[in-house]
């Protein structure tokens, strides 16, 4: 039997600034043969992610950067094609980490089985994956309940759209920020969002002020800088922050510098809280049934954007950063 040949996206170079087509190449690879224990998945989707940016950097961080010359690790959905291992069987269907690659071998140990039945698979890197999770935790993290007023930037991407409709699940009053008038209307629209507003337009606090003129009781941060700064300012006393990203800075070449606001957090007993998904693992099983029934009874919309083929992977990523994706950016390869 001849071995798979895999195509892959490698870092050839660390970014300075935006990233650019020229940091990346497209290899490809031959697999071994299978040994016992270990299985041949396709990958059949792909995840897109801001987070990947910070590891294209060099230095220590929560996780370790990317080596140069080598795939991109991240995360994935796929078909087993092939298996010596009992837990496994061909056409069984399961998430990874060993990313932006057409064709890998692992242990069943190292991957997750899903739900074959449930369409699109790309729902696992959505609402009933990462993204969806990260919403959830956000949530929980700072006990977002019926009545808060609940203020999300980038809320038209992946978390932030998931963030806001299980916000309005939860009874709050959703408002939302994103990059265009179409965005917006996506927000209203098909989200069920309260208010939104396009922080392109003017500034941002204006804005949210317009949007919230009694204030906000949460803010669910993903972008930072001057959307983080507005926040600060319309939060209420005992507000809380949940510090999830800040897309805004990922592309700096210098650390930015924090909000001329700060002095919030002291006069309105403020709360922030920082969350990194990974930590909350072990709440897996306990995510996938209330996210998972809310997605099946057809309360949670998964809104995705996707781009097919290995080669549109890195102009995904960097569409990223200009804002190209409704949802979830997915690569589904063909
Ligand atoms: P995403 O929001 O789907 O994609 C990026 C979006 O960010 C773009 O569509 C764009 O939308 C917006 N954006 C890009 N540059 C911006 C800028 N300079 N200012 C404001 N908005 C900008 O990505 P995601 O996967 O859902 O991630 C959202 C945030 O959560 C990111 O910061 C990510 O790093 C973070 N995250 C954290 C965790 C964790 O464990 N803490 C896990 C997952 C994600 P517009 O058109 O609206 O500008």
Sequence with gaps: MTNTISREIQL????????????????????????????????????????????????????????????????AVGEVIESRAQELKPGDVVTSQYGWREYFIAAPKDLHQVNREIQPLSVYLGVLGITGMTAWVGLNLVEVKAGDVIFVSGAAGAVGNVAGQLAKLRGCHVIGSAGSGSKVKFLLEECGFDRAFDYKVGPVLEQLNRAA????????????????????????????????????????????????NLFNMVTKRLTMKGLIVRDWLDRQSEFEQEVGGYFQAGKLKNKETVVVGIEGAVGAFIGLFEGKNVGKMVVKLD
């Excluded at 170079?13 to 990346?24: E, L, V």
């Excluded at 001057?226 to 999830?244: D, F, K, P, Y």
């Design 12 to 75: 050839v170079s660390r970014p300075k600034g935006m990233p650019t087509a020229d940091n990346f190449t497209i290899a490809q690879t031959e697999l071994k043969p299978l040994q016992e224990g270990q299985v041949l998945v396709r990958n059949l989707y792909i995840s897109v992610d801001p987070y990947m940016r910070g590891r294209m950097n060099e230095g220590k961080s929560y996780v370790p950067p990317f080596k140069l010359g080598k795939a991109l690790e991240g995360g």
């Design 213 to 260: 003129p009694d204030g906000i009781d949460v803010y669910f941060d993903n972008v930072g800088g001057e959307t983080l700064e507005a926040a600060l300012s319309a939060l209420r006393v005992h507000g809380r922050i949940i510090a999830c990203g800040g897309i805004s800075g990922y592309n700096e070449e210098k650390p930015q510098p924090g909000p001329s």
